[in-house]
């Protein structure tokens, strides 16, 4: 009886320890794999045409966006900001894992241009980013999307480009 007893007590350790690492695979950070981008023009007198729905497959680039909007700084708290040349365009776009929505986003380009990750998390687009994002998308140079702007405006500054 001793023997079966230390033999339990010796392998008990072993078989805990299986549950646990289980658990931990189950708990990986999901990261997408597929970016869904919709073009959005809230302004039609503008001129600036949508373009169909593009989804985007390739997981490195995708997963580099996600991470560098995840990373982007929370705008600086000023009392009243003017945002000059809101042309009323909008980018949402929609990150999945396999066919999972993860996170839907909206990038605001022009006027006071941030991004949206959630109901109360706006994040301050940056160039980099900018170019990134249209990379990510397949934006071409001069192609006919509308430009993102980024404008710095303070109440105690002008707007610069």
């Known amino acids: 009886?001793?023997?079966?007893?230390?033999?339990?007590?010796?392998?008990?350790?072993?078989?805990?320890?299986?549950g646990y690492v289980s658990a931990a695979a189950n708990s990986a950070v999901?990261?997408?794999?597929?970016?869904?981008?919709s073009f959005v023009n809230r302004i039609?007198?503008?001129?600036y045409s949508s373009f169909p729905a593009?989804?985007?497959?390739?997981?490195?680039e995708i997963q580099q966006l996600y991470t560098a909007a995840l990373g982007l700084p929370h705008p600086k708290h000023?009392?009243?900001?003017s945002c000059p040349v809101d042309l009323g365009v909008e980018y949402h776009?929609?990150?999945?894992?396999?066919?999972?929505?993860?996170?839907?986003?909206?990038?605001?380009?022009?006027?006071?241009a941030s991004l949206l990750l959630g109901k109360d998390d706006s994040r301050a687009?940056?160039?980099?980013?900018?170019?990134?994002?249209?990379?990510?998308?397949?934006?071409?140079?001069?192609?006919?999307?509308?430009p993102a702007y980024l404008y710095s405006c303070t109440p105690h500054s002008p707007c610069t480009k």
């Open 1 to 18: 009886m001793k023997r079966y007893m230390l033999f339990l007590l010796i392998l008990l350790p072993l078989f805990g320890g299986c």
């Open 44 to 47: 039609p007198a503008n001129h």
């Open 93 to 112: 776009l929609r990150f999945f894992d396999h066919q999972t929505l993860m996170k839907e986003m909206i990038l605001y380009s022009t006027g006071c």
């Open 78 to 81: 000023v009392s009243e900001m």
């Open 125 to 146: 687009l940056t160039a980099s980013f900018l170019q990134l994002f249209e990379q990510t998308i397949g934006v071409p140079k001069g192609g006919k999307l509308p």
């Open 54 to 60: 593009r989804t985007i497959d390739n997981a490195q």
């Open 30 to 37: 999901k990261e997408p794999t597929s970016l869904q981008v």
